[in-house]
């Protein structure tokens, strides 16, 4: 009954489906400059929405129900981002725990991936048009009253066009066109633009102690031409209060190069060819099966849980039932809550932070004081973090064509067998590495997430993970595509070489002295000193 309900839940949306635009696949095989060039100008066209304000809002200085997850759902407030990609981030979770929990029946087939997809794609249009009305009607930029349906209208047709805008500029990288995902794209240049400006800053701010300098780094040479006490000077850049200090930027850097570590952990299971003997190969399952997709999911769950807690509140603040999913304080937001000299209108707004109900305790503890104080809220956390992490990893593997039976079928459609195995036990060995790569790695990803919260990182651990997951993937592209480049300028230096040694002089200087030219221009800047000295003996 489930997967006739599942069918046709997928049938039913399938006539809507048509109503969201699509990017078509690539006809042609896109180069990697080419590629290079449509990331670049997909990030362009996010970076300006980003800064172009909502026409028509009268205020933004109600509560942000969204602050404490902009860096990570790549918003920013005010502006065309406001609702960035978390519409179609928690579209993605909810139709993925549908799928998991087989109300969604999900078949093999390309055709029923794409169904999926494209209901996916509608679910997500439908939450941003959700979400712009809520916000409006809510008042978060003016009480509808007062700015008129007009405007009102016009606000959310803005956010729903941009939310279209996110969509498609994500589906341009999926499909081809640029390097890895839309969403990853943003995600990491929130997140790498706030730890930069978090160590470089040069906006200055009023402390107790005096004018001070936001950026860590620049904060402590400042520190040490103005203070006559060194020794003190030193001690306040690395443990000052409220603001970025060189303990978090360490701890940032250390986050990071722990979890660049563990990017190496793997299990490479040895795959032969069924078809030609002697070729053997191997499918190589990291620890890090599902990457940072258990992360992403969990904090689009936590997020819309924030915002729908704190509007609940903010209409029944002493409903017992309410203050249960989370209780509420606000506090003037600003950044570290000290007011800028520079900017004094940079603190208008409020910033509002969970002090009881579900919210709080699945809130990461402000600082080590905070664990000792409350170590309910430690423990709580932790278990929530690494429960759902290795929750949504597990899951994911069978709604995103990567469990082992879908293994087993790629590698049976490229004609490979597992040594030692036939075609019909392939599954059940894939099934004792696969599953548990994807349960532990997505423990694993929540218990570095909790360690950088803890220890102070910059962005939050969430953040930090999420950007050096999503660096590590277009580094590995990069690679991948390089060496794609490589490979086939090899080929053709090689074919060249031996047509030119067997053919006449009039031939060389006509047909393949332009070929070996194109060739070298092509291989040559991709290998290094001692390849391209054993290419060039070769060729002479």
Same mark, same amino acid.
């Given at each position: ?36 060039? *449509? ?54 979770? /909810? ?95 929130? /997140? ?11 906006? #200055? ?20 031409? #103005? ?9 306040e850049a690395f443990y000052r ?10 701890? #940032? ?26 070729q053997y190969s191997s499918y ?5 099966? !599902?990457?940072? /997709? ?74 080590? !004081? ?25 899951? *994911? ?144």
């Open positions: 009954l489930i997967i006739a309900m599942g069918f046709k839940f997928l049938e039913f949306v399938k006539p809507f489906c048509g109503v969201i635009p699509e990017v078509s696949k690539p006809e042609r095989k896109i180069q990697f400059r080419e590629k290079m060039l *449509w990331t670049a100008i997909t990030l362009f066209i996010f970076l300006v929405c980003c800064q172009i304000p909502l026409f028509g809002i009268m205020s933004s200085d109600s509560a942000d129900p969204f602050y404490w997850m902009r860096v990570i759902m790549a918003s920013n407030r005010g502006t065309l981002m406001e609702l960035g990609i978390g519409p179609i981030v928690t579209s993605s979770l /909810i139709m993925q725990l549908l799928a998991g929990a087989k109300i969604i029946e999900v078949g093999d087939t390309p055709k029923d991936r794409a169904l999926f997809n494209g209901a996916q794609k509608l679910f997500g249009m439908v939450i941003t048009m959700g979400q712009a009305i809520v916000y409006v009607m809510t008042g978060l930029y003016g009480e509808p009253s007062s700015i008129g349906a007009g405007i009102c209208l016009l606000i959310v047709v803005q956010l729903v066009v941009a939310g279209l805008i996110v969509l498609l500029l994500d589906e341009l990288l999926q499909k081809g066109y640029g390097l890895g995902s839309g969403i990853s794209l943003f995600i990491a240049t929130n /997140i790498c633009e706030t730890i930069v400006w978090k160590a470089f800053s040069p906006a #200055t701010v009023n402390t107790g102690r005096g004018t001070e300098f936001e950026g860590a780094v620049i904060a402590l040479f400042h520190l040490l031409a #103005t203070r006559s006490d060194k020794t003190r000077a030193l001690r209060q409220n603001l970025p200090n060189l303990m978090n930027l360490m701890a #940032t850097l250390f986050i990071f190069a722990v979890v660049i570590y563990f990017q190496g952990f793997r299990v490479d299971l040895p795959i032969k060819s069924a078809r030609y003997r002697g190589p399952i990291k620890l890090f099966y !599902t990457s940072n /997709i258990p992360i992403i999911l969990q904090s689009a769950l936590v997020s819309n849980l924030y915002m729908i807690s704190q509007m609940l509140a903010s209409k029944f603040s002493g409903n017992f039932f309410i203050n249960l999913i989370g209780q509420w304080s606000f506090t003037v937001m600003q950044q570290f809550d000290i007011i800028t000299l520079d900017n004094p209108d940079a603190s208008s707004g409020y910033r509002s932070y969970p002090i009881g109900g579900l919210c709080y305790y699945l809130s990461p503890p402000e600082n080590l !004081t905070h664990i000792l104080e409350d170590p309910i809220h430690c423990l709580v956390y932790i278990i929530f973090m690494l429960g759902s992490c290795a929750f949504f990893s597990k899951t *994911w593997i069978d709604v995103s064509g990567s469990s082992a039976k879908d293994v087993a079928k790629q590698l049976k459609e490229q004609q490979m067998v597992m040594r030692g195995h036939r075609e019909k036990s392939m599954i059940h060995e894939l099934n004792r590495y696969i599953p548990t790569a994807a349960a532990f790695g997505g423990l694993c990803i929540g218990a570095l997430s909790v360690m950088a919260d803890f220890i102070g990182a910059i962005g939050s651990g969430t953040g930090i993970l999420l950007a050096v997951t999503i660096i590590y993937q277009y580094f590995e592209v990069f690679v991948k595509e390089q060496q794609e480049m490589g490979g086939v300028a090899v080929f053709f230096l090689f074919i060249s070489i031996a047509m030119y040694r067997n053919s006449s002089n009039e031939t060389r200087n006509a047909i393949f002295w332009p070929l070996d030219k194109l060739t070298y221009s092509l291989l040559i800047p991709n290998l290094n000193r001692e390849f391209r000295a054993s290419f060039l003996t070769i060729g002479l």
